[in-house]
């Protein structure tokens, strides 16, 4: 019987893209937590039948769990910062008035 390859691509691609929408506030831990779930549940196949998977695909995939998990905690990470500046800037409504003020800002700038 010919062994199974998990293949690790899916989830190094939603990682990184993951990483990448950090800049925005921390969204990328729905990207990143999707490819750590994927990752788990691929290596808890491979644990249930081991004999069925190749042993150099498991690490690949237990590489990406891990790269997952770590961008995983640096977009919570980011998401907890962004919401903690909102909130000590005054809340939703303070923050929004800033955002308003320095967008007037650069138009004034531009003209």
Do not use: R
Not at 35 to 60: G, M, R, T
Not at 78 to 85: E, G, H, K, M, S
Not at 86 to 94: L, Q, R, S, T, V
Request: net charge negative.
């Amino acid at each position: 019987m010919e062994k199974q390859k998990l293949n690790p691509t899916i989830v190094y691609v939603l990682a990184i893209v993951g990483l990448l929408c950090c800049c925005f506030a921390g969204s990328g831990f729905i990207l990143s937590g999707i490819a750590f779930f994927i990752a788990h549940n691929k290596l808890k196949q491979a644990q249930l039948n081991p004999d069925d998977y190749e042993v150099s695909s498991v690490k690949a995939m237990n590489t990406a769990k891990t790269v997952a998990l770590v961008i995983l905690i640096i977009n919570v990470l980011y998401l907890i910062y962004a919401i903690y500046n909102i909130y000590a800037i005054g809340g939703w409504d303070a923050y929004m008035e800033q955002v308003q003020e320095m967008v007037e800002t650069m138009q004034n700038q531009q003209q």
